[in-house]
């Protein structure tokens, strides 16, 4: 008599989906129910742990969310090429990127690229190490914008600003920055470029600072000191944490 494997002894499989390619994802799932442990990922869900599995699977639509090329991005650091796969659905187009990823459209080449995994394979998770805190930059509001911005990126003549849009480049927006240390300052500054987002690169805008109300050069150019003072004692004591500026 056969025995039906234990979800313990099957391979650990997402499948990771944006919100309207939900049927083809659950289509996959059935088709993989008897193969794999499958754990369906929807873009606006939390991601898990990218390394508890053992293949990761995107379907790819016409409309790809950028969360959900974000977290190929994740995904592909923690498992690797091998270990990650793109089902395309008609009329996706498949980028560069893609491209140089395994592109699969029937079921049986992901039943065959699973039988081909090594028992036990699964990446070992790595053991925790000392980590320093992970600064934060702060937040920008504008009128124009008409919403929240975070700071992915600052320096004294211009910032990278996370946005869920696109802001006309030339544009030029009066922005109320809190900065990562909670101080507060009032700038003028123009969009200079658009960052449309990529794995591991955020999407948003990079603007240059024309005007500063105040003392708010002297407060952000007292932010970066310290934040690069703490970046430097880094060199002499690596694993320590970085106290906020």
Known sequence: MTVAPSPETLPRVVVAYGVSDAPAAEALERALAQVSDVTLRRDDQ????????DLAIFVIGPTPAPGLLLRLGIYLGALGRERIM???????????DLESLVLVRHVQAIK?????????????????????????????????????????????????????????????????????????IRV???????????WGRVGGVG?????????????????????????????????MQIPEA
């Open 188 to 198: 003028a500054a123009r969009v200079v470029r658009i960052q449309h987002p990529q």
């Open 112 to 184: 065959d690229h699973l039988a081909q995994l090594p028992e036990g394979s699964r990446p070992e998770p790595k053991p925790p190490v000392a980590r320093r805190l992970r600064r934060s930059l702060g937040t920008a509001s504008s009128a124009q914008h008409g919403g929240q911005l975070r700071i992915a990126d600052i320096s004294a003549s211009g910032a990278l600003l996370g946005t869920f849009g696109e802001i006309p480049e030339n544009q030029i927006l009066d922005l109320d920055v809190t900065l990562g240390n909670g101080r507060k």
């Open 207 to 239: 603007v240059q600072f024309v005007r500063f109300e105040g003392a708010s050069k002297a407060i952000l150019e007292d932010y970066l000191d310290a934040g690069a003072a703490a970046l430097a004692a880094m060199a002499f004591h690596p694993g």
């Open 86 to 96: 793109v089902w395309p659905l008609a009329g996706a187009e498949i980028t560069a």
């Open 46 to 53: 939390p991601a898990g742990i990218a390394r508890a599995c």
